[in-house]
């Protein structure tokens, strides 16, 4: 069964129908939940991006200090935490974690022979 949803970004203002056909049923459904219960406005996703990683960079601490089973738990829900927010926010671009991940893995493969390749020095 498909979930046939179509969200409009309001990043960009177009509708996702095409995201939610190449989605998996999962994560269909769980990018459909985020969006109904944390909404699509962009920016207060890349915000909640932002909480988030400072939540993990604290659970990284705790991981240094104490390095006991409690600490890698947290550690990992606060990962989970940050990759959730990751896809949702991707999503509300139009991208996948599949997408996500392929272009990540690209860059490296490039700049294995191009090691300046999209750094941000390069933008300026």
């Known amino acids: 069964m498909m979930i046939m949803a179509i969200a409009r970004c309001s990043f960009c203002g177009l509708s996702c129908l ?3 056909k190449s ?3 999962t994560e269909q459904q ?3 939940y985020f969006s109904e219960k944390y909404g699509t406005d962009f920016f207060s996703r890349l915000k909640k ?3 988030e990683m400072n939540e993990l960079t604290e659970a990284e601490i705790d ?3 104490i390095m006991c089973a409690s600490s890698i738990e947290h ?3 606060e990962l989970s935490d940050v990759i959730a927010v990751s896809v949702h926010t991707a ?3 139009g991208e996948t974690s599949e997408s996500m991940l392929n272009r ?3 860059k490296c493969k490039i700049r294995e022979t191009n090691p300046e390749y999209k750094h941000s020095k390069n933008k300026l």
């Open 63 to 65: 991981y240094a200090d």
């Open 23 to 25: 989605l998996s049923m």
């Open 18 to 20: 095409n995201l939610f």
């Open 49 to 51: 991006l932002r909480e």
């Open 104 to 106: 990540a893995y690209d």
């Open 91 to 93: 999503h509300l671009l």
């Open 75 to 77: 550690l990992k829900d």
């Open 30 to 32: 769980i990018m459909q």
